[in-house]
T-cell receptor, first 112, second 112 residues
Framework: NAGVTQTPKFRILKIGQSMTLQCTQD?????MYWYRQDPGMGLKLIYY???????DKGEVPNGYNVSRSTTEDFPLRLELAAPSQTSVYFC???????????FGDGTRLSIL | KNQVEQSPQSLIILEGKNCTLQCNYTVSPFSNLRWYKQDTGRGPVSLTI?????NTKSNGRYTATLDADTKQSSLHITASQLSDSASYICVVSATGANNLFFGTGTRLTVIP
């Protein structure tokens, strides 16, 4: 059982480039989340989804976009990469809102 | 303001010793409190989740306590092992799908 899988694990981008961080889960969870984790800071919610076709903004959505066309996949899109987006990005899923979240191992993104 | 504060920021203990990590929160309305373990380079993994009515919950050598009146929680680790070296994150959930508040974690190092 793979759980939550994130790709790529590492990526270096130039300022202004775009990319998509991939996230897929095989637990048939309705809820999926994207977080960023900066050094010395708690995880911050970027976007979340309560089911296929439904997404909503979290605490720090600016500069990002998401889509949820299937239950399994929840990609995160960076359109114009900026140095402030250098971070570790975690995708998570849960069966319901008040249940523990299962996290992927993260994508480490550097923007230079 | 909804906040989660953890102490200490970091802790070094000898293998085999016990330790206690603290979490204070001001999140309202409270739904549940979670403790996660995050190994270096990995995503967080759920240890315990406690609702308002639960005072104590154990997961192997990990025991979490909750005092909803004083808005405090602790995570006690018994007979520490080298593999316990990790960051421990306290997360408090308010009602709703995106109302999770993350602490910045306690970095525990267990030395031989």
């Amino acid at each position: 059982n793979a759980g939550v899988t994130q790709t790529p694990k590492f990526r270096i981008l130039k300022i202004g480039q775009s990319m998509t961080l991939q996230c897929t889960q095989d637990m048939n969870h309705n809820y999926m989340y994207w977080y960023r984790q900066d050094p010395g800071m708690g995880l911050k919610l970027i976007y979340y989804s309560v089911g296929a076709g439904i997404t909503d903004k979290g605490e720090v959505p600016n500069g990002y976009n998401v889509s949820r066309s299937t239950t399994e996949d929840f990609p995160l899109r960076l359109e114009l990469a900026a140095p402030s987006q250098t971070s570790v990005y975690f995708c998570a899923s849960s069966a319901r809102a008040q249940q523990p979240q299962h996290f992927g191992d993260g994508t480490r993104l550097s923007i230079l | 303001k909804n906040q989660v504060e953890q102490s200490p920021q970091s802790l070094i203990i000898l293998e085999g010793k016990n330790c206690t990590l603290q979490c204070n929160y001001t999140v309202s309305p409270f739904s549940n409190l979670r403790w996660y373990k995050q190994d270096t380079g990995r995503g967080p993994v759920s240890l315990t989740i406690m609702t308002f009515s639960e005072n104590t919950k154990s997961n192997g050598r990990y025991t979490a306590t909750l005092d909803a009146d004083t808005k405090q929680s602790s995570l006690h680790i018994t007979a520490s092992q080298l593999s316990d070296s990790a960051s421990y994150i306290c997360v408090v959930s308010a009602t709703g799908a995106n109302n999770l508040f993350f602490g910045t974690g306690t970095r525990l190092t267990v030395i031989p």
